[in-house]
């Protein structure tokens, strides 16, 4: 349970927030286990939805808590065969929520956070994780999710929720040789409504980022790595227009985060650290 209270000159409100959950694990083998969880589900406002943050969100005080029935059923797999380790977990879900919590465009660069009556959100969640000793790892993960105003404001059932990619990948690869370790990794999200409309969208990326990093045998107290992200310097996608005007049939959209900042382009960094004591 939950309790939260609100203070203020405008008056006060307490909140009575209860989370009951029920969950269940059956492990089958020694290497599956099977994962089952139901919930009702409450949440308050967090203090920026309902006081914004002098910046990009103008506070909403009216905000009522979201709620939601949720439940979901999954499954855990991990097997080890001498060098070689492997963890894989993958669940599906459903959650039922009133007065979901979204951020609205109110100007260029001012969002606020209203209600909406009801959301459907149903989903798949899945990661994968291999390892060949301390040599070499690989991780995946991926996520969809489709999250859908079922009742609001006239026109918007059936949408999507602002703010929601309907699929998220992320790629790893690690390895270490010796005294040196290297990386990449490969970040995926899909293209994400800005408004209840489904209007306005922010195109999809994929991201590409890469690191090195050297521990001589000789110092093993000091490291010195190298960073780049976005190695590809991804800044703009090209969306297709809806009404083509000639040969014009897609316009440039700079990437950009949910509240409309720029992506940053190609970025370097280089980091040096000293462990005292040295690790053994």
Not at 96 to 125: I, S
Not at 216 to 242: C, E, G, M, W
Request: charged letters at 20%; a positive charge; zero cysteines.
């Amino acid at each position: 349970g939950e309790l939260v209270a609100d203070r203020g000159a405008s008056g006060s409100i307490d909140r009575w927030l209860l989370s009951p959950r029920l969950g269940a694990r059956v492990r089958l083998t020694p290497w599956l286990e099977l994962r089952a969880n139901g919930a009702w589900l409450q949440r308050a406002p967090t203090l920026v939805e309902l006081y914004g943050d002098r910046g990009v969100i103008a506070g909403n005080p009216t905000l009522r808590n979201e709620r939601a029935w949720s439940g979901d059923l999954g499954a855990v797999v991990s097997l080890r065969q001498r060098a070689w380790s492997l963890r894989a977990e993958a669940a599906g879900f459903a959650r039922a929520v009133d007065d979901v919590v979204v951020l609205r465009q109110t100007d260029r660069a001012l969002y606020r956070p209203v209600n909406r009556d009801r959301a459907a959100v149903f989903g798949v969640e899945a990661q994968v994780r291999v390892a060949w000793r301390e040599h070499l790892r690989l991780t995946l993960a991926y996520a969809f999710l489709d999250a859908r105003i079922t009742a609001g404001q006239a026109g918007t059932a059936g949408n999507a929720l602002p703010g929601v990619a309907p699929h998220d990948l992320y790629a790893r690869v690690d390895g270490r040789l010796g005294w040196a370790r290297a990386s990449m990794d490969l970040s995926f999200l899909d293209r994400t409504p800005l408004d209840d409309a489904n209007g306005t969208v922010i195109p999809a990326r994929a991201l590409v980022g890469a690191s090195v990093s050297v521990t001589p045998p000789f110092a093993r107290a000091v490291s010195l790595a190298v960073q780049v992200t976005n190695l590809l310097d991804a800044r703009v996608a090209h969306r297709p227009l809806s009404n083509p005007l000639g040969t014009l049939r897609e316009t440039p959209a700079p990437l950009q985060d949910w509240l409309g900042f720029p992506l940053p382009g190609r970025a370097f960094f280089v980091m040096l650290s000293v462990e005292d004591p040295p690790p053994t």
